[in-house]
């Protein structure tokens, strides 16, 4: 079984930086697609930005040129490095994570982690 944790949200002021972390436990290949989405209050879930085949990534219009997604599959950890941030940034930023459990057989993992709150205050 594998488990997704995210970790990194927290509370800044407009214009600040944080960087959010999505661990990834259990038996893992490796990780083959990443994404992290965010959900608002009262709003439905938004891509915010992918990780997928050819190890590219591609990000939603509101923080292009603001947030960064890497993977780093030596430690199962994927990173959205979220800068310059606005009070439209708050949500609840979860990861979704399709990971390889067994390379030979082909097996793979999709799920979801618990979610992390950030909070942009003017």
């Known amino acids: 079984q594998v488990q997704l944790v995210e970790s990194g949200g927290g509370s800044v002021q407009s214009g600040g930086s944080l960087r959010l972390s999505c661990a990834a436990s259990?038996?893992?290949?490796?990780?083959?697609?990443l994404n992290w989405y965010r959900q608002a209050p009262g709003k439905e879930r938004e891509l915010v930005a992918s990780?997928?085949?050819?190890?590219?990534?591609n990000y939603g219009d509101s923080v292009k040129g603001r947030f960064t997604l890497s993977v780093d599959n030596a430690k199962n950890t994927a990173y959205l490095q979220m800068n310059n941030l606005t009070p439209e940034d708050t949500a609840v930023y979860y990861c979704?994570?399709?990971?390889?459990?067994?390379?030979?057989?082909?097996?793979?993992?999709?799920?979801w982690g618990q979610g992390t709150r950030v909070t942009v205050a003017q």
């Open positions: 990780f997928g085949s050819g190890d590219t990534t």
């Open positions: 259990g038996r893992i290949s490796r990780i083959r697609e």
């Open positions: 979704n994570a399709l990971v390889i459990t067994d390379q030979s057989i082909g097996e793979t993992w999709h799920g």
